[in-house]
């Protein structure tokens, strides 16, 4: 089973920036397609962005296009989402994952287990 632990996450300003960072441990790291998952108070958990095993493809939702990166580091096993252009409507707690195939349309429930998370906060 996998382990995931994320961190970076904070207490920023509208317009200020933050990089996650998760680390994962207990698969291959670089058979898998990681994504990274957001979730704020009363909401459901939903897709922000992924990568291919390879690192080649990308997808964001669209709220976030242009302002968050994500990256892989095979070599580190660790996945990493650069935030910039913050807002207030991207406070949540933010989680990584795995999954085999890539797909903007997977739901929480297609995963089997999920880290603590970190929390983002951004104020106005």
């Known amino acids: 089973q996998v382990q995931l632990v994320e961190s970076g996450g904070g207490l920023v300003q509208a317009g200020g920036s933050l990089r996650l960072s998760c680390a994962a441990s207990?698969?291959?790291?670089?058979?898998?397609?990681m994504y990274w998952f957001r979730q704020a108070p009363g909401k459901e958990r939903e897709f922000v962005a992924a990568?291919?095993?390879?690192?080649?493809?990308?997808i964001y939702i669209v709220s976030v296009k242009g302002r968050f990166t994500i990256s892989r580091d095979d070599a580190k096993n660790r996945v990493y989402l650069q935030m910039n252009s913050l807002k207030p409507e991207d406070t949540a707690v933010y989680y990584c994952?795995?999954?085999?195939?890539?797909?903007?349309?997977?739901?929480?429930?297609?995963?089997?287990?999920w880290g603590q998370g970190t929390q983002v906060t951004v104020s106005s």
């Open positions: 990568i291919s095993r390879s690192g080649r493809t990308t």
């Open positions: 994952n795995t999954h085999q195939l890539l797909d903007s349309g997977f739901k929480s429930a297609d995963f089997d287990s």
């Open positions: 207990g698969r291959t790291f670089s058979d898998y397609a």
